[in-house]
């Protein structure tokens, strides 16, 4: 045995493999964010299609996706959606997320639609958080509603995770209903919303200990949470998420100017950290998504 080998640890809970990259979610848009503050933002399809291939180019292999309307306002207009899948996958090999999030005030009849516009994946939020001064709201039952509708019409959901109590409603809908389609449990840790968990090494690290077996995982910080989530993700081995929908602050006083900056950053640290960006397939493979193109 080699010095290296016999000093390199073993791969732990929720730590990918010696030498595996990193996957690189894009979220460029968000519900929050007010283009008229924000004008860089993208909010048609024709701005999300330049952005989903700029960010592809950058490292991205995943795109968590919520579209506005022609106000530039958050909708789950399913004929919007259906078209926003499309267009995504005929300019680029993205796996495409749908938020079933939507925004605060979207009722839960349309977020459970969302899936009938036949995404690859979705987010599906486990538990009900304060956000901001508003409520994200995500009772029990809805959980499981959505959670059946993503087995039966095989949509790979990625747990949002925005508090600890939510990793325990992971396990109890987990344990109730079985694996999500395509066999593997795949969770993003949303951290340093107002109201939910901190963005901060400590809790993430807490965060990744309370997880089930076998689960990958993303994190993402909200805001000035950013760059701490991203270390410390890296340091443990997690995926980054990025974009415009968690920060719209580049650097102190410097606003993000394009969501693929925010990804080549992730990507620069990921080559750093000795685990390169991954390619859509690689992570299809990883999170078990078909190829539907
Ligand atoms: N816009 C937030 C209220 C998701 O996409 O599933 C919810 C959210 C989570 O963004
Ligand atoms: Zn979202």
Partial sequence: MTVESSTRPAAKQGQPAAGAGTMITIAPTGAEVDKAAVPVLPVTLDELVTTAKECREAGAAVIHVHIRDGEA????????????????????????????????????????????????????????VNFGDEVFMNPWPFMCELYVRTQQLGVVPEFELFDLGHIASLHRLLDKYGAPFGGHVHCDLVMGVPGGMAGDAATLVAAVAALPAGATWSATGIGRTTLPVMFAALAVGGQLRVGMEDTVTFSRGRPVRSNAELVERAATLADLAQRPAMTPDQARAMLGVPDRH
């Fill in 73 to 128: 306002k958050p909708t789950l207009d399913l004929d919007r959606l259906k078209d926003t899948v499309h267009a995504l996958r005929e300019s680029t090999d993205l796996i495409v997320q749908l938020s079933t999030g939507g925004a605060v005030t979207d009722p839960f009849e349309r977020r459970l639609a969302v899936l009938d516009a036949a995404p690859d994946g979705c987010s599906l939020t486990c538990g009900t």
